[in-house]
């Protein structure tokens, strides 16, 4: 089966541009988490959806960033006035509940020049 | 930020080599994981451990829970080519949140 689609797998964007980054989870899987890795690091936790329900987004770090979830299925993950600091890998994840195995995406390459 | 930390942050390994790695906390977790990614790909979960002391294999992959719950290492047999790569530990307290380290670079030498 499918796994975790993400696209696309790579953004440019100017200073200063909106973005939006599309996550379709695994079929089925009601809990959905958008992570950022930046460069050398590991993933950080940003947002965590329980079917259409954005529970905890406690880790965008702006109001900048905003998620959605509308249908409980496709995620987007929109960058508003883009900075260079945002530069760095979106990944999505799914899981058939929120404490089973996540299943990640190849992610996204956000790169603001 | 990040809150594990993980040792190396690089390592050189012959074919047929075993390989270590740790990953150590300032917080409790209640579940441990060990992941590896690959170059433009997401990371893929390769052992999970849930139960403190808990020692797990997974082929030529051992990991064990330390007793503390603040501790996990990795260790890979034999390694191969096909070995290389980033591993990444992770740790979950109560909830749903997955708290990464900062990674390991498995390179093989020529």
């Known amino acids: 089966g499918a796994g975790v689609s993400q696209s696309p797998r790579y953004k440019v964007a100017k200073r200063g541009q909106d973005v939006a980054l599309r996550c379709d989870p695994i079929s089925g899987h009601v809990s959905l988490f958008w992570y950022q890795q930046a460069l050398g690091q590991g993933p950080e936790f940003l947002t965590y959806?329980?079917?259409?329900?954005?529970?905890?987004k406690s880790g965008l770090p702006s109001d900048r960033f905003f998620a959605e979830r509308p249908e409980g299925s496709v995620s987007t993950l929109k960058i508003q006035r883009t900075q260079q600091e945002d530069s760095a890998v979106y990944l999505c994840?799914?899981?058939?509940?929120?404490?089973?195995?996540?299943?990640f995406g190849p992610g996204t390459r956000l790169t603001v020049l | 930020g990040q809150q594990l930390n993980q040792s190396p942050q690089s390592m050189f390994i012959q074919e047929g080599e075993d390989v270590s790695m740790n990953c150590t906390s300032s917080s409790i977790f209640n579940t441990w994981l060990w992941y590896k990614q690959d170059p433009g790909e997401g990371p893929v979960l390769l052992i999970a451990l849930y139960k403190a002391g808990e020692l797990t294999s997974n082929g030529r992959l051992t990991a064990q829970f330390g007793i503390t719950r603040k501790d996990s290492f990795l260790n890979i047999s034999a390694s191969i080519p096909s070995d290389v790569g980033i591993y990444f530990c992770a740790g979950q307290g109560n909830d749903y949140k997955l708290s990464f380290g900062a990674g390991t670079t498995v390179t093989v030498r020529a």
């Open positions: 959806f329980q079917n259409e329900a954005q529970l905890d």
């Open positions: 994840a799914s899981s058939l509940s929120q404490n089973n195995e996540q299943f």
